[in-house]
């Protein structure tokens, strides 16, 4: 096994797979090959593949929430004739089901993952289905995706080089994700699989700061995504300053508009406490800046 092919490593997927719970597609995203490739090798491996579509209480109730074959098998990580084969077993009704899902509104998905920037996992947590329904519904309305890179950047892969660049360097991890042309999400998974210990928020000055050129440094809570998008959709994704809208504002800077705690996250004991309404503001890029330089020593 070597750093191009992590995929080789038995313990790597097992930790995935079994550990974490990744299906076989988000595993295979992770290590930078193909869904067939982590199947193959979980055979190899002899490492059990999960049967979900096995279980029929779980089919019943999937189809009682409306859901496609095709959904079902996003869902649960398998093929569409699985499923179909399995619901005739169970004696389940297998006929086109025709109600509409939250995931297969245009509108619905623009508003999350454009609007509110969400990822296609969080899309998907929100909307309760598979982030493969996601990916593909989106693809079907033609909504144009953000970068993904598919090769892991051997950067990331290589512990050494990754901890220098972090700690020895003190790039944030959108500086990182930046430069090696990925998600800064996908810097933060690699860190945490490294063991690396990653900085709190807040605690670099200057242009180490967590907002330094629009950088995000790590962690502002659990319930962040959701704070962030009820937040943009109450001020009706405008700039409560300015005025300027979320898409004026992204066709000038590139990128969406900015929410903004107005007391700082380093004056609550945890991120999650910092996140209510009352204390989030919708702001462009500009008037953040105003309010709050990105080289001063504040915390958002």
């Known amino acids: 096994m070597t750093s191009e092919t992590p995929w080789r490593n038995a313990d790597r997927l097992r930790s995935l797979y079994i550990d974490e719970g990744l299906t076989t597609r988000e595993a295979g995203e992770k290590l930078g090959c193909s869904r067939k490739t982590v199947e193959n090798w979980l055979k190899k491996h002899d490492i059990e593949k999960s049967k979900p579509w096995e279980d029929e209480e779980r089919l019943r109730s999937l189809r009682r929430r409306g859901m496609s074959e095709s959904d079902i098998s996003d869902e649960l990580d398998c093929s569409q004739g699985t499923v179909h084969n399995r619901l005739r077993k169970f004696g389940i009704?297998?006929?086109?089901?025709?109600?509409?899902?939250?995931?297969?509104?245009?509108?619905?998905?623009?508003?999350?993952?454009?609007?509110?920037?969400?990822?296609?996992?969080?899309?998907?947590?929100?909307?309760?289905?598979?982030?493969?329904?996601?990916?593909?519904?989106?693809?079907?309305?033609?909504?144009?995706?953000?970068?993904?890179?598919?090769?892991?950047?051997?950067e990331l892969q290589s512990e050494s080089k990754l901890r220098s660049m972090y700690h020895t360097d003190g790039m944030s991890t959108y500086a990182i994700a930046e430069q090696l042309d990925c998600a800064p999400s996908t810097v933060h998974d690699w860190l945490h699989d490294h063991?690396?210990?990653?900085?709190?928020?807040?605690?670099?000055?200057?242009?180490?700061?967590?907002?330094?050129?629009?950088?995000?440094?790590?962690?502002?809570?659990?319930?962040?995504?959701?704070?962030?998008?009820?937040?943009?959709?109450?001020?009706?994704?405008?700039?409560?300053?300015?005025?300027?809208?979320?898409?004026?504002?992204?066709?000038?800077?590139?990128?969406?508009?900015?929410?903004?705690?107005?007391?700082?996250?380093?004056?609550?004991?945890?991120?999650?406490?910092?996140?209510?309404?009352?204390?989030?503001?919708?702001?462009?890029?500009?008037?953040?800046?105003?309010?709050?330089?990105?080289?001063a020593k504040q915390n958002d």
């Open 93 to 154: 009704d297998t006929s086109r089901t025709r109600t509409e899902q939250p995931w297969h509104d245009e509108e619905t998905l623009r508003e999350l993952y454009v609007e509110s920037e969400l990822t296609m996992d969080e899309v998907a947590s929100e909307l309760g289905c598979g982030r493969q329904a996601i990916e593909d519904w989106i693809h079907r309305h033609g909504i144009e995706t953000r970068s993904y890179n598919p090769e892991t950047p051997a």
């Open 195 to 295: 063991g690396i210990e990653t900085r709190t928020v807040g605690s670099q000055p200057g242009e180490l700061h967590h907002r330094w050129k629009g950088g995000v440094d790590e962690y502002y809570g659990d319930n962040w995504a959701e704070q962030r998008r009820k937040v943009l959709q109450r001020d009706n994704y405008e700039c409560q300053r300015c005025g300027i809208t979320q898409s004026e504002h992204r066709s000038q800077n590139d990128i969406g508009l900015d929410v903004h705690h107005r007391q700082p996250i380093r004056t609550f004991q945890s991120p999650e406490n910092a996140n209510t309404l009352d204390n989030l503001v919708t702001l462009c890029r500009s008037c953040h800046n105003t309010i709050e330089p990105p080289n």
